[in-house]
């Protein structure tokens, strides 16, 4: 089976968050199945050596921004082809990859994200220049989403077209004039098409053109049919329920095991949890200017700094952190004001608050080994690795009972304490109270060594691989081979 797999970013080439992982370990499962796959994405500045790749096929200019060239390379570790989508004068410029430095989101988005969803439906069609054709397009969130469409606009023979949402809130909606500037029919800008008051929305042409939707955890796949969760779509996945499907993600073993982490000062196992992670708190503590208290609860949030994640909630429970003789490190960015607030508040408490602002993939990795728990208090989490990672690690995940958190994390309720199925504290709803009182349970257990090593051990041995995940997609896209589709004929919906 042919699989050509879209994304905007790619671990370890460009990350912003849990997508890049997740493009980066899925493909490679796939894989090992058996598919012969082929990754796309954009040719950002920060890539390194890009221009070195040799050119295979040129696209040329649909938008007027200059000639499209695909260059080939490598993800790396693997012998998987990526083709990466050149243009100058979309890809090649500084910032991160979807804002400038000043967190401003690039006014061009439309053309730069319009033009990567044209590429990958540019290379499935049956005469693609590249001469390699998918069976199945598989196509991940808002900025490769506009392929759907164009695929069914264009007709004629079109592989299967699977469109995996990462997160409902990101939903790249553009003024209407962007139709015929993006070679878009005016007949799909309506109810049933990309049209959503008033904009053209790239996440909603996924949903609505292609052939099955899957969400990253069965819980998520569930909330985004209602309102509360839906972004304003709930009623456009509620009509398609019948195609969409919740994945768990998995997790990349080979990148997140304490026991071959080179980003950790100590390595250590299930034999060695407790020394290993005592000796990277201690460092840990050293290195973010805590006082090295082996005693003190730490907690950690490695996460973008933004409503989703529940930061606000986080900082209103801080007193009570401290009040309780715990320590936390934060590493995150994002929205200025949380930013401050946190700084503020470091530099008011620094026996028991640290911040780093900022990306650091190092950091995260030892922030993990280092941590007694890491606070997760999301208000949704469409999956959530940070808290399958920090069950690798020994470190206990406090979530809030929402999508994929709910779908990891086993409570310790006395039930499970019994049952040793406990890898985690679950509470709900999002709110500083539910937050607070579960910090204090966590706190709690942590003076109970046996009860905290038991949990730990649990954790350590849960396995989310890619390899459970990968045989999944397999075979929703088995069901898509031409001859086992319905209703998909290359016209449009
Ligand atoms: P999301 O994709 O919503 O940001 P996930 O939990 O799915 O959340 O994935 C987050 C990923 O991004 C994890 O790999 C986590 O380690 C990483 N991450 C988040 N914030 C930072 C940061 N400031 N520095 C380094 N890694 C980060």
Redesign the pocket.
């Known amino acids: 089976m042919r699989l050509l797999f879209a994304s905007s970013e790619i671990f370890p080439l460009v990350k912003t ?3 890049a ?1 997740v493009a980066g370990a899925l493909p490679a499962a796939l894989a090992a199945e058996g598919l012969d796959v082929r990754l796309l994405m954009p040719a950002y500045r920060s890539l390194p050596g890009r221009g070195d790749c040799p050119e295979i096929a040129r696209l040329g200019d649909p938008f007027g921004r200059g000639d499209t060239i695909i260059r080939e390379s490598r993800l790396p570790g693997t012998d998987i082809p990526l083709w990466l989508v050149d243009n100058p004068a979309l890809f090649d410029r500084d910032g991160s990859l979807y804002q400038d430095d000043s967190g401003r989101d690039w006014p061009d988005n439309d053309i730069r994200f319009g033009l990567l969803g044209w590429a990958a439906a540019r290379l499935s069609q049956v005469n693609s220049p590249l001469g390699w054709v998918p069976d199945i397009l598989h196509l991940h969130d808002w900025q490769t989403a506009l392929a759907a469409p164009y695929l069914r606009a264009w007709g004629g023979q079109i592989p299967g077209i699977v469109f995996t949402i990462h ?1 409902m809130a990101y939903q790249g909606c553009f003024a209407p004039d962007l139709v015929p500037r993006l070679g878009l029919p005016w007949s799909f800008y309506t109810m049933d098409g990309f049209e959503y008051w008033s904009q053209i929305s790239y996440l909603k042409a996924g949903l609505v053109y292609a052939d099955r939707l899957t969400t990253v955890s069965p819980t998520y796949a569930r909330e985004i049919q209602s309102p509360a969760f839906g972004f304003g779509l709930d009623g456009v996945l509620a009509n398609r329920a019948a195609d969409l499907s919740g994945i768990l993600n998995g997790a990349d073993y080979s990148v997140w095991d304490p026991s071959i982490d080179p980003h950790l000062p100590c390595r250590y196992d299930a034999a060695s949890v407790s020394e290993g992670k005592a000796a990277n708190k201690a460092r840990l503590q050293q290195d973010m200017g805590l006082p090295e208290r082996p005693d003190a609860p730490l907690f950690a949030a ?3 700094l933004s409503d989703q994640k529940g930061i606000d909630l986080l900082l209103s429970v801080m007193p009570s952190v401290i009040a309780q003789g715990a320590q936390f490190a934060l ?3 994002g929205e200025r004001w949380l930013e401050d607030a946190f700084t503020a508040m470091a530099r008011s408490c620094p026996e028991t608050v640290a911040v780093h602002l ?4 190092e ?2 990795h030892r922030l993990q080994a280092a941590a007694d728990f890491v606070l997760m208090p999301s208000r949704f989490e469409p ?4 808290q399958i ?1 920090a069950m690798r690690y020994g470190t206990l995940p406090v979530v809030q009972r929402t999508g994929g958190l709910a779908d990891t994390v086993v409570d310790a309720t006395y039930d499970a304490m019994l049952a040793g199925t406990a890898t985690g504290l679950v509470f709900e709803p999002p709110s500083s109270g539910a937050l607070q009182w579960c910090i204090e349970r966590a706190i709690g257990l942590y003076r109970n060594r046996a009860q905290m090593e038991r949990i730990q051990s649990t954790g350590m041995r849960q396995d989310f691989g890619w390899d459970r995940a990968a045989r999944q997609y397999i075979a929703l896209y088995d069901g898509l081979r031409p001859g086992r589709r319905h209703g998909t004929g290359g016209e449009a919906r």
């Open positions: 968050g849990g997508l992982d997160n490695v996460t973008r590493l995150g960015s900022g990306y650091s993939e950091f995260a999956c959530g690795l940070t990672y």
